[in-house]
């Protein structure tokens, strides 16, 4: 099958790794993925890019106020880009992961009658809860929204939770929409990773780790990290924190401030080729929030990495995750029971290693890059019979058109 893999993502580590991840697992399957970097923005032709000054200016200033206008009015200028890339590459199907008041996927899939299969990783209205460039205009990025998802042949969501909240948002037949959670990479993170030259270097010795990797967003629960360090970070354990995003400065003067700065190790933002040391220099992986939707990438690794996972239990993660089976799960925004769970683990290596032992068992044998390959194939193998049915008719006499009878679409 040849796909054209598009996606408006710029400089988000998280997101150009799943992409990346997906188009070379499906390669592996035998498939040609070809993928496209479509922001208008400056990049480096993955996704990524440094604005220049002036740029950074006016996303500083003005951002909140021109950032949704710019993405509708783009709009006509991806119809373009799209239809140049499906008239050299001849896809068999396309594949775009959805981006919040874009719409040119629809358009195409009109023009071209081309297959289309939709990548959402959140409902539109993530975007104004979280994001003030995206506060102005949230009944438009609904409407988006829901033409897209009615106008695609398939969707492709993260979670059940998703799946169902679509579904019922947007009067949409379940079986249109599948659920595929993120996978990991078993070769890059595994047990047998040595943490050892990482915990000399930060001074760890033979404390306890608890570890993060997040680029610390809104939704990553700040807040309750504060109350787990200033439960946990005084006697019991070490931290080890990873990423780099909004909510990392300011909680690294937090720390500095009540003096724990020789608790708490700050990693910052990595390549990801080095992030499987680190989560192997980790005794226990935390996942301190997501949204009830939500399909967190570093839960997949910490598993790959045979880690004891502390982690919210939304509905995604109990889908992977089972709690005293691989791993320890507590009520959502309960920092109470995170701190519980965190110094149960912290006391007990056995039961460490037994939760991180399972955990590799179930993402080798369910929740790889390969499974999440497989399961898009899948759905893009049902677009296309799908648009095929749409697309033909069967021919009718002349007269019958002149007495108002109306073609018959082939079952």
Not at 12 to 22: N, R
Not at 239 to 249: A, C, D, E, K, T
Not at 379 to 388: L, N, P, R, V
Request: net charge neutral; charged share 25%; aromatic share 8%.
């Amino acid at each position: 099958m040849r796909i054209a893999y598009l996606h408006y993502l710029y400089d988000e580590p998280s997101g150009l790794l799943h992409v990346h991840q997906f188009a070379e697992a499906a390669r592996q399957l035998g498939h040609d993925v070809r993928v496209h970097a479509m922001n208008l923005a400056p990049h480096d032709g993955i996704g990524m890019g440094t604005p220049d000054a002036s740029r950074r200016w006016l996303k500083q200033h003005l951002s909140r106020y021109l950032h949704e206008p710019k993405e509708l009015l783009w709009n006509p200028r991806y119809i373009a880009r799209e239809l140049a890339i499906v008239r050299e590459e001849r896809p068999d199907v396309l594949l775009v992961r959805e981006h919040h008041l874009t719409f040119a996927e629809i358009v195409v899939r009109r023009l071209t009658q081309l297959p289309l299969v939709l990548e959402v990783n959140a409902p539109a209205d993530e975007s104004s809860a979280y994001f003030d460039e995206y506060a102005h205009l949230p009944a438009v990025g609904r409407l988006t929204e829901r033409l897209k998802l009615r106008g695609a042949d398939r969707i492709v969501v993260v979670s059940e939770a998703l799946r169902r909240f679509l579904a019922e948002g947007h009067d949409l037949p379940l079986d249109r929409i599948v659920a595929n959670p993120n996978g990991a990479d078993c070769e890059r993170f595994h047990p047998d990773i040595d943490g050892s030259v990482l915990r000399r270097q930060y001074g760890f010795g033979e404390d306890v780790v608890v570890g993060l990797v997040a680029s610390l967003q809104p939704w990553h629960g700040p807040d309750l990290i504060k109350h787990l360090l200033a439960a946990l970070a005084p006697e019991t354990a070490r931290f080890l924190m990873v990423g780099r995003g909004p909510g990392w400065s300011p909680l690294r003067q937090w720390v500095e401030n009540h003096g724990w700065a020789s608790r708490v190790v700050f990693a910052g933002g990595l390549r990801h080729e080095d992030v499987p040391a680190h989560v192997a220099a980790m005794d226990i992986a935390l996942v301190p929030e997501a949204g009830f939707y939500q399909s967190p990438l570093k839960v997949f690794e910490y598993m790959a990495a045979g880690r004891a996972i502390v982690a919210p239990a939304y509905e995604p993660l109990r889908e992977v995750l089972t709690d005293g089976i691989d791993g320890l799960l507590f009520a959502p925004r309960n920092s109470a029971a995170a701190i519980s769970a965190i110094r149960k683990l912290a006391g007990d290596a056995t039961l460490r290693r037994r939760l991180g032992a399972n955990a590799r068992q179930r993402v080798t044998s369910h929740l790889t890059w390969k499974h999440n390959a497989e399961r898009v194939i899948d759905a893009c193998t049902a677009a296309i019979a799908a648009s095929a049915r749409k697309s033909k008719r069967v021919a009718v006499p002349d007269d019958s058109l002149a007495t108002g009878a109306r073609p018959r679409e082939e079952a």
